[in-house]
């Protein structure tokens, strides 16, 4: 029998490669002669590098950049192998991301997106033709200009002096000049995993929404609001880049925006990103059965998550469908809907988070033991 097991990471405990490892060796202590392949996935947020690097066999690269606050940080990114040779993989947060900034730090006015841009030319530098970048967990709200920054874009005041770091600077733009760009940008294809729809500015844009969790005051998110409008109105005039309504324009404090205008960038679902560039369909071709995981499975997991993504998937190419989670709260129509045949918690019994976290791995096993277990029933069964 031929089955897929494709997990997300399991925050705090496992990431995607070891959640599936785990269900593996769960599921050959009933069949131990299955054919299974662990295809690790994710859905543009955080584990996304690692879940594709280990999907393709690529390899794992590291940079120093300009972390948030302008101090320098290591940052991680991945070269997909495979067919995908050619593609790089990063995750904006692991440059300009909120877990970065001490909370007592925390001021979008401020914080910058120039560690991401860094990050972006590191990956061309390798050789990158193909730049696959996840945008959530963002500290910042710059729109993308300190990533412009140090991909050559020159931001100016109306003194022709260089903008300094962070969204409320962005109030003092007066031109900008793309000259001196990175000509690669005009032949990589960008691709921006988001499921973020709110535009540049606005009630419903990227300051109003996102700018409290950040570390904004109202009166910070009014000022901010006003700079990225301001900007979006430059970007259209210098650049003739209408994007600041174009939904997810407002996605990490506008990197969106910024990615659109700057490098041509396509918005696309994390998760329908991460399954096309895995060629998913084509793994699924005769598979049976088909095991995924998350953290939790609830009302949300139909949105834009990578266990909803692949239990779709699944169902189009016939297989059914195994859901392990550390809790399961989503009620069986939904999960029906999804395409999910079965879901079980891994908690085996009375524990506190912490122990659950410790014994994740075993919890896995033994779980995707039980489950083969009860399809192997279903199956003598059925004949």
């Not at 050959?28 to 955080?46: C, M, N, S, T």
Request: proline share 4%.
């Amino acid at each position: 029998m031929y089955i897929v097991v494709a997990p997300q990471s399991l925050k705090g405990s496992l990431d995607a490669p070891e959640v599936g490892e785990a269900i593996a060796a769960g599921i050959r202590r009933v069949w131990p002669d299955a054919d299974i392949r662990v295809v690790p996935v994710a859905d543009g947020g955080e584990g996304t590098v690692r879940a594709l690097v280990a999907a393709t066999g690529g390899t794992l690269h590291h940079a120093r950049v300009t972390g948030p606050l302008g101090e320098p940080v290591d940052a991680e990114y991945g070269m997909l192998g495979g067919n995908r040779a050619g593609t790089a993989v990063i995750e904006m947060s692991a440059a300009s991301g909120l877990p970065l900034v001490p909370l007592e730090r925390r001021d979008p006015r401020v914080t910058t997106t120039r560690g991401t841009g860094e990050l972006m030319r590191a990956a061309l530098d390798a050789g990158g033709q193909r730049l696959l970048i996840g945008i959530g967990g963002s500290a910042t709200n710059d729109g993308g200009a300190g990533m412009a920054q140090a991909l050559g874009a020159r931001l100016l005041d109306d003194q022709g002096n260089a903008l300094p770091a962070g969204g409320a600077a962005l109030a003092h733009l007066a031109r900008i000049d793309t000259s001196g760009l990175d000509p690669r940008l005009k032949d990589a294809a960008v691709q921006v995993a988001s499921d973020v729809t709110n535009p540049l500015c606005g009630p419903e844009g990227a300051s109003a929404v996102y700018g409290l969790q950040k570390g904004a005051t109202p009166e910070m998110v009014a000022e901010l609001d006003a700079a990225l409008a301001h900007y979006g109105e430059l970007l259209k005039r210098d650049l003739g880049a209408d994007v600041a309504n174009v939904p997810g324009a407002g996605a990490a404090g506008g990197l969106g925006a910024g990615l659109l205008a700057f490098a041509h960038a396509q918005l696309v679902p994390g998760a329908q990103l991460v399954l096309e560039t895995l060629d998913f369909a084509h793994i699924l071709d005769g598979a049976a059965l088909v095991f995924t995981a998350e953290g939790q499975l609830d009302s949300q997991t139909a949105y834009g998550k990578a266990v909803g993504a692949v239990a779709t998937a699944a169902r189009k190419a016939g297989a059914r469908v195994v859901a392990l989670a550390g809790s399961v709260t989503a009620d069986d129509a939904a999960l029906q809907t999804l395409g999910i045949d079965a879901a079980l918690s891994i908690v085996s019994g009375p524990m506190t988070l912490e122990e659950s976290m410790e014994h994740t791995s075993q919890l896995l096993a033994d779980t995707a033991a039980r489950a083969t277990r009860l399809v192997a029933l279903g199956m003598g069964m059925s004949k």
